[in-house]
């Protein structure tokens, strides 16, 4: 099974290999409302880690979804251009955003794994 993990900006990673799917956690999807448009970002283009990569809006605000690893984009969701409630409905699952091949792994170091994030959590309320 893939590990995932979380950046404190609550995006999650999953990661298969030298490819990262990067999407929002449920709890931030929780705070954003119901989601009415997704911009994503283009196959091709590289971020740095913490780049703004994708916008998110939502009957509520619209956010910037950051890179929370380095890499190129190598993969975008385009159900969520039909369906951006698929982020509201499955946030850590059908509702990715993109896949980026890894150009820096060590990052992932920096990132929480699913207890340290419930944890993160906590000490937001």
């Not at 404190?8 to 709890?27: F, K, L, P, Y």
């Not at 954003?32 to 703004?52: C, I, Q, W, Y």
């Amino acid at each position: 099974m893939a590990e995932t993990r979380y950046s404190q900006d609550h995006e999650w990673v999953r990661i298969d290999g030298d490819i990262a799917t990067v999407g929002i956690s449920n709890h931030a999807q929780e705070q954003l409302g119901d989601v009415v448009f997704v911009e994503l970002p283009s196959v091709g283009k590289s971020f740095e880690r913490r780049d703004a990569m994708a916008v998110v809006e939502s009957v509520k605000a619209a956010s910037d979804l950051y890179a929370p690893v380095s890499g190129e984009v190598v993969e975008v969701n385009d159900a969520l251009g039909d369906d951006p409630a698929l982020v509201n409905s499955g946030a850590e699952s059908e509702g990715w955003f993109c896949k980026i091949k890894l150009s820096k792994p060590a990052e992932l170091e920096g990132l929480m794994d699913g207890d340290a994030y419930q944890s993160f959590l906590q000490t937001l309320s």
